[in-house]
């Protein structure tokens, strides 16, 4: 039944309900199937004709403050864990990378000399990053150091080996285990990442509005944390009042 299966979609099944844009992915690619079987006269009639979209509004995702981000890897591993989480999350704050590319990220692909990592790996099904990119991008002093140490700590250091991995098989770690370390890390934080909707995802957003609020070169940073264009970027940019702070005094001398 066409028309009852758009329901069905948010029929919660274990505890859990499928989100609206799933469901219109679904839909989607269901009426493509059914439009194809119709036009080769497989079917009589197009059952999803006037079935439309969900019509939802896109909750913005959350940003952390400076001080937050400051706070949350000012020791090791602090709200962390263990050694092996701050590292983790370390990457995903301070260099951008994406849940994927940490977790998939081998000791081969990091350049301790220059500080620069290869973002050459994902957990993907064509185990590359988003849009194909490959890229690279710096680290900060603090990620190379905490790099370091784990590297220091680990059984599991070759260059084929995995930086985030289950300290006694080396296996890689999953994304349960990715989800459950940062709600444990926020509750430990005491930040409510329920309310203001932070995810691991947000050290992302909040790393370019930083780090463009400072005056870093937009293209540049498309490149090094790997997006395709200007209106992707810009989706992951959340101005805030004190992002303006220097606008202002310019304003105020003008004015004077």
């Known amino acids: ?5 758009r329901d069905r979609l948010h029929t919660p099944r274990e505890g859990k309900r499928i989100g609206d844009r799933t469901a219109n992915c679904t839909m989607g690619a269901l009426k493509t199937a059914l ?24 909750t913005e995702v959350g940003v952390f403050t400076i001080k937050e981000m400051r706070e949350l890897f000012r020791k090791i591993p602090g709200a962390w864990r263990d050694l092996s989480c701050y590292v983790a999350f370390i990457l995903a704050a301070q260099a951008g990378l994406r849940r994927g590319e940490v977790l998939a990220l081998i000791w081969g692909q990091i350049d301790f000399e220059s500080s620069f990592i290869g973002v050459t790996r994902a957990m993907t099904d064509n185990g590359l990053p988003k849009w194909n990119k490959i890229r690279g991008t710096p680290i900060t002093s603090q990620c190379c ?3 370091l140490e784990l590297r220091h700590q680990s059984d599991f250091v070759l260059p ?7 300290g006694k098989t080396g296996n890689p770690r999953s994304e349960t285990w990715w989800k459950k370390r940062f709600e444990r890390a926020m509750e430990s934080a005491g930040i409510d990442r329920t309310g203001r909707n932070l995810r691991p995802h947000s050290f992302r957003h909040t790393l370019n509005t930083e780090l463009r609020g400072a005056g870093a070169d937009p293209s540049r940073l498309r490149e090094s944390l790997g997006w ?4 992707v970027q810009q989706k992951y940019t959340h101005w805030h009042p004190e992002h303006f702070e220097e606008q202002r005094k310019i304003m ?3 004015f004077e």
Request: hydrophobic share 30%.
């Open 228 to 231: 395709s264009n200007e209106q």
């Open 1 to 5: 039944d066409v028309l009852g299966y």
């Open 145 to 147: 150091a905490a790099l």
């Open 252 to 254: 105020n001398k003008l």
């Open 160 to 166: 084929h080996q995995h930086v985030i991995c289950n």
């Open 35 to 58: 439009r194809e079987a119709y036009f080769r006269e497989e079917i009589d009639r197009d059952p999803t004709v006037g079935i439309g979209e969900i019509k939802y509004e896109e």
